[in-house]
């Protein structure tokens, strides 16, 4: 009898774990843990992307995203914020969905990210290009209150174009990545290069003031661009950016993906990570004289997470060797001095594929870490022939699949949401993930071929009491 309490305990330990990283049936309406938003009805044309995700302190959830909706007008920054229970919540914006338009005729058909201010007020800022067939590319922030309404003392509308710094632009990458500091200033990361034709493109990471001017005590004159990479790969290179955090020093930290030019473009890309001071100089004590270099042939870097120690990992999407139509996803992680983790996955590489043995299209576009430093990859996963579904994983802080997670027994969660389609080919993404309460919400878009495509959001218990590796 006196193991009768040990023996209780492990049963309860057990039916915690055994609903760790499922969907929460108490979420969402079109299955249980899935919400799907149609942002703004409309009979031609209705197509929503989301690409962003903050979990409120309370339980309720902002999405961010695009949304077309009228065949003559650009796309609109969109806002949604779901209750507890995944439906809208009506008392934000205009019915629970915030309509941000620059009104300068951009085209935000790039990456969207979104950040919540100290005092609850909400960021958003979306890439793409000044006009339709226009080769330039613009960055445009907008700002409202907790509630959706746009802020009309910043820019017009709520919304203002960033200016790239002086005697840059922005390049045709249309990948951007933002962090508030712990003052509520903005640093955005994305490539520039001079107007003039260059082989040279390099991650610039800038600091805003409240009003949208530039910081000029950040860096030089408010600008930091990372030219480490080329002195690393000893010559030109091509920098895309695929994330930015700051850690509990304040320090930054920008990753992304390098290519060195070659006219051939068969030049191998690496992961490229760079480190930088709170006043935006490079921080030499990172890496190899603050950034670091990690060959990866063929993977596409996608979004970048920092641990509590200063760890970062960074995922992407790789073809794999035999197969080019066969890709995975793949984790890199860093220590918290810049050098490639060895102790985690294969010489500090992890493949996750969802469709092993056989191919399949396996992609990586959202990472996170847990507090207690397990990391959860979202993305998608298509079995040859076959429509992709949404796809998350959990893995150790060594790169083990953490096989408590999701209803696989394997580490692995696939959610399959399939609209409505005539020839089968659909694409559902998750683009975001966020952490917040022993809870993970991850969200994307869930496509269909009538151009009705809709947010996608999923909620899942995320930390069950026992573990893997328990025995």
């Known amino acids: 009898m006196r193991r009768l309490p040990a023996l209780l305990l492990l049963a309860t330990g057990l039916a915690a774990h055994a609903r760790d990283g499922v969907p929460d049936p108490s979420f969402g309406a079109h299955a249980p843990g899935v919400a799907l938003i149609d942002v703004v009805p409309a009979p031609q044309i209705s197509i929503d992307a989301a690409r962003a995700v903050v979990a409120l302190p309370d339980g309720r959830v902002l999405v961010a995203g695009t949304s077309a909706y009228d065949f003559q007008a650009p796309e609109a920054l969109s806002v949604v914020r779901l209750g507890v229970d995944g439906t809208r919540d009506t008392a934000f914006g205009n019915g629970g969905v915030a309509l941000l338009h620059p009104g300068d005729g951009s085209h935000l058909r790039g990456s969207v990210t979104m950040l919540r201010r100290s005092d609850g007020r909400v960021v958003v800022l979306g890439s793409g290009v000044a006009s339709i067939g226009s080769g330039t590319t613009v960055i445009v922030a907008c700002r409202m209150s907790a509630d959706g309404v746009p802020d009309t003392g910043f820019g017009t509308r709520g919304c203002r174009r960033l200016p790239p710094p002086p005697g840059l632009q922005w390049n045709t990458t249309p990948s951007i990545a933002a962090a508030l500091d712990q003052n509520d200033h903005l640093l955005v990361a994305a490539t520039t290069s001079p107007p003039v034709f260059t082989p040279d493109w390099n991650v610039t990471v800038t600091r805003w003031n409240d009003d949208g001017s530039l910081d000029t005590s950040f860096a030089t004159n408010g600008t930091a661009i990372v030219t480490r990479f080329d002195a690393l790969a000893a010559r030109a290179t091509r920098e895309f950016v695929a994330g930015l955090a700051i850690d509990a020093s304040g320090r930054i930290v920008v990753g992304g993906r390098s290519m060195p030019y070659d006219t051939s473009f068969q030049a191998p890309s690496s992961v490229a990570v760079a480190r930088l001071l709170s006043d935006g100089q490079l921080d030499a004590t990172f890496g190899d004289g603050g950034a670091r270099l990690v060959t990866a042939p063929r993977l596409e870097v ?168 328990f025995d």
């Open 302 to 469: 996608e979004s970048l997470a920092l641990a509590a120690d200063g760890s970062s990992a960074i995922c992407g999407t790789a073809s794999t060797q035999d197969d080019p139509g066969d890709t995975d996803m793949v984790v890199v992680r860093l220590d918290a001095g810049g050098h490639l983790d060895t102790g985690f996955g294969e010489a500090g590489m992890r493949s996750i594929a969802f469709n092993a043995p056989t191919s399949g299209r396996d992609a990586c576009h959202a990472i996170a870490m847990q507090p207690d430093g397990r990391i959860v990859v979202a993305g998608s996963t298509a079995a040859p022939g076959a429509s992709g579904d949404l796809a998350l994983a959990r893995l150790w802080p060594d790169g083990r699949l953490d096989r408590g997670f999701g209803d696989r027994g394997d580490g692995r969660l696939v959610v399959a949401i399939d609209l409505e389609s005539t020839n089968g080919n659909l694409h559902d993404q998750l683009d975001a993930v966020a952490w917040h309460g022993d809870v993970l919400t991850a969200a994307g878009v869930a496509n269909s071929d009538y151009n009705q495509d809709e947010f996608a959001v999923v909620r899942l218990r995320a930390d069950g009491l026992l573990d893997d590796g």
